[in-house]
């Protein structure tokens, strides 16, 4: 279920602490949420579970943050059109660094891992549209906002 109140979407995420069950208990919910609404990233926020996790990608190819750190910003900027799942009929005019590099836990062949990434491009677009969610933030503090039809 996506929650579309703001009030809650602006809260700011804890520290994911739980085990490797509870997990994958949220990232089920998650994905299955963000396939069924066919986003192509999703925080746990997104789903009522205020919490550090989020996914971007798509099936085989969705990448998993636990607990993400920014290491560092490209200072070069560019302007993308984003939506959100949590943002009915809204598309917004963003400015994003074209790079962006983390540290995070991640799991692999279902073990915990700590990764340490370059994300470039569409990629780091996404990446920091869901940091933006984990720490409060929506796409309308990020740019112009277009709202269609029956926005809210
Ligand atoms: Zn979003």
Redesign the pocket.
């Known amino acids: 279920m996506l929650i579309f109140d703001k009030k809650k979407l602006r809260q700011r995420s804890k520290e994911w602490t739980g085990t490797l069950e509870e997990l994958e208990v949220l990232v089920d919910k998650m994905g299955e949420t963000m396939e069924e609404n066919k986003g192509v990233g999703i925080a746990a926020i997104q789903v009522g579970e205020p919490y550090r996790v989020f996914l971007v990608g798509e099936g085989d190819r969705c990448e998993l943050f636990i607990n993400p750190r920014q290491v560092s910003l490209s200072p070069y900027k560019k302007k993308h059109w984003e939506a ?3 943002c009915k009929n809204t598309n917004v005019r963003t400015s994003r660094s074209h790079s962006i590099t983390l540290t995070y836990d991640t799991i692999k062949e279902g073990l915990p891992v700590v990764v340490k990434r370059t994300f470039k491009g569409f990629e780091a677009v996404k990446v920091q ?1 869901e940091l933006d ?1 984990i720490n409060g933030f929506l796409i309308m503090d990020r740019g112009k906002a277009y709202y269609g039809k029956g926005s809210n």
């Open positions: 959100c799942l949590s549209h969610h």
